[in-house]
């Protein structure tokens, strides 16, 4: 082991530490509902899962983008990504943990909270905008031809 191998291990988060540092990565990016799984005792393949909702495509590519450069400062290396092009559902492999990150409908659908029912719930925050519902209000910051005719021009 070299002297920089030896110091990336030394300062290197323990896999509770890595869990609870991708936690608050999801939820200070804003992200609703997001639950930690301890699945030690239902599952071979990991120790922890963070189920997390976004509420765009580009919000789950975004946090996953962010959990990748932020972990891997740390130290923190992923195994996988997939799901990454569409944003619908995001899943990553840290090796002791998996990070879920799913719209809404997604997440309601394939229910991955019921399917590790057996797992022990560790932590669960509903985020920053958990009382708003954007997946529900019609937002456009264009007029209705699409154009920024509509615009108020003084800001």
Known sequence: MTETDSTVASTRPSSDEAIQMAFNILLE????????????????LADAMLIATATSNRQAQSLANEL??????????RLTLA?????????????DFFV??????????????????DAKIIA???????????????ISPLGDDGDFDDLDESV
């Open 124 to 138: 669960r925050e509903k985020g920053s905008a958990a009382d708003e519902d954007y997946d529900d209000m019609d």
């Open 29 to 44: 990016k804003k992200a609703r509902d997001v639950l930690w799984l301890d699945i030690s005792r239902c599952s071979d």
């Open 68 to 77: 990748t450069i932020q972990l891997k400062a740390a130290g923190v290396g």
């Open 100 to 117: 879920h990150i799913m719209h809404k409908n997604a997440r309601s659908f394939y229910d991955l909270e019921s399917l590790w029912a």
């Open 83 to 95: 799901g990454v092009e569409s944003g619908q559902w995001v899943a990553a492999d840290y090796g």
